[in-house]
């Protein structure tokens, strides 16, 4: 069963639509690609004349002038794509900087008492999948009978949203005027992705860690073998067109895990959780301190994207969000083929008997807060995500207010650091020489680059485990 709401997709007045020298593949070319020549106008009739046409541009697009900080502005026309509701954004612009696109502030923003919105998104224009049985897609665009919807009904509700969503991307993108085929020009081409479904044998191998390189081997399997299940020689015309081999398929499933968001709506009574995909606001990169957040307003159906409360934001300072709360490196690298060297979830696995006073630690480096919230303000540069992480992830001992005795400490110190050195020594190359090689290679496949940050920033994490252990067997002494 699909939901069923307002009627979609009706595109209003005409728009103009300029696309570079480029095949018209959704999705398969974008960006810094693109050469400077002539625009292509597209006059598309309105297909609903009693719909209320609001002007264009809907919001402002951003100025042609040079960005001062030397990002690249996305196309202006990309914030024309008009529809019966329109998305709506204030105060950014989106830009292609060091992680891809992002959205950036265009002006400064003072610290607010209540979230401010920067996005809405109505509902129409998402693609999402419900995650639970009974599942429903929405928009109701799969007519009951077109192969494409036997192919999403035979999926496994609870595990194959991302094939799900993958097959409604790609039935959007065929449908005449569906609002993805214009988006789906924004989209990250093959070589932009980064997403380890990508990844070649030798990508892998270089992630220098055999159990997420099968992980994603055993991935790229299950991607493979739903194409050839469904999209083999004898299916009918109409669905082989939605992926003509493998790749476009493998893209759209790594489209589905990249950008899709997970979160509960409230549709009418109905709560469901729902992984969607929402334009504009899967422009925002990660961080693990982000300045926004999403959230789903249900009286008529939009997505807001909020800054903070109390959030202070410099003109050009990049908008983020946090996709993934209390996850370690290898899965974000599963699902969105990146890592972080401060991400403050990420463990160690620490084998002997040694272990070192949690209050002090946790004095000595002014974090506050319990192991699921802890929070550092100390002013200290060198307190990051990676010490927060080494607060949860060392061992530790607390026992009412008996205090730490520094010979111990200092013997515990002595012997986790050992263990982290031991672990940097089973690593076939050092930190500086992942660098070296990042450095060496001028234009690297993404995935490559991606496998190499991975073992690069989990190396980085461990000899910052060792430099704050450092510290704070030097300060426990005070
Ligand atoms: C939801 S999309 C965000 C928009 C994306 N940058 C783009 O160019 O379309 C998620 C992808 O952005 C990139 N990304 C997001 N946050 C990142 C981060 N903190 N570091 C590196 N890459 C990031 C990764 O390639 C990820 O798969």
């Known amino acids: 069963m699909a939901i069923s709401t307002v009627p979609l997709h009706h595109i209003i007045g005409h728009f103009s639509y300029s696309r570079r020298e480029r095949e018209y593949h959704h999705g398969y070319s974008r960006g810094h690609e693109w050469s400077p020549t002539p625009r292509s106008t597209y ?26 900080s030397q990002l690249e502005p996305a196309d202006p026309d990309f914030y024309k794509i008009g529809y019966v509701r329109s998305m709506r954004a204030y105060g950014i612009e989106f830009k292609e900087g060091p992680d891809g696109f992002g959205v950036y502030a265009s002006k400064d923003v003072e610290p607010l008492r209540r979230a401010r919105i920067i996005m809405e998104i109505p509902l129409e224009l998402m693609l999402t999948v419900r995650q639970k049985l009974p599942w429903m897609f929405f928009p109701d665009i799969v007519p009951i009978g077109h192969p494409i919807f036997d192919i999403i009904n035979s999926t496994n509700p609870e595990t194959d949203w991302d094939l799900r969503l993958a097959c409604l991307l790609l039935y959007a993108f065929d449908r005449d005027d569906n609002f993805w085929q214009l988006y789906g020009d924004f989209l990250p081409n093959t070589d932009e992705c980064t997403s380890l ?80 995909l929402i334009p504009y606001a899967d422009m925002l ?125 200092r013997k515990a110190v002595k012997e986790l650091r050992e263990e982290c050195q031991q672990m940097l020594a089973q690593f076939p190359t050092t930190s500086e020489q992942d660098q070296k090689l990042l450095d060496s290679i001028p234009e690297p496949r993404k995935t490559l680059e991606t496998a190499i940050k991975y073992r690069l920033h989990r190396k980085l994490f461990i000899e910052k485990v060792i430099q704050a252990l450092e510290i704070y067997r030097e300060r426990i002494l005070f």
């Open 43 to 68: 006059r598309l009739k309105p297909i609903n004349a009693s719909v209320e046409t609001p002007p264009f541009p809907l919001f402002q697009p951003p100025p042609l002038q040079e960005s001062p």
């Open 197 to 276: 479904l990508f990844a070649t044998e030798d990508d892998l191998s270089q992630l220098q860690d055999l159990d997420l390189a099968s992980t994603m081997r055993k991935q790229q399997l299950r991607a493979l073998e739903f194409w050839e299940k469904n999209w083999h020689s004898g299916v009918p015309l109409k669905i082989k067109r939605l992926a003509r081999d493998p790749e476009r398929f493998i893209w759209a499933v790594s489209m589905a895990q990249s950008r899709c968001i997970n979160m509960q709506i409230r549709i009418g009574a109905l709560v469901q959780d729902a992984n969607m």
């Open 285 to 409: 990169n990660h961080s693990f301190q982000p300045n926004c957040f999403l959230h789903w307003r249900f009286k008529d159906r939009m997505v807001e994207v909020m800054i903070n409360a109390g959030q202070r934001i410099k003109k050009g300072d990049e908008m983020t969000i946090n996709y993934l709360s209390g996850q370690q490196n290898h899965m974000f690298m599963q699902r969105y083929g990146f890592s972080s060297s401060v991400n403050p979830w990420d463990l160690i696995a620490f084998s002997g008997n040694a272990h070192i006073h949690l209050d002090s630690f946790l004095s000595v480096f002014n974090i506050a807060g319990l192991p699921d919230e802890y929070h550092y303000n100390s002013g200290d540069n060198f307190v990051n995500g990676a010490v927060i992480a080494a607060a949860r992830t060392l061992p530790t001992w607390s026992d009412g207010d008996v205090p730490a005795i520094p010979s111990m400490e």
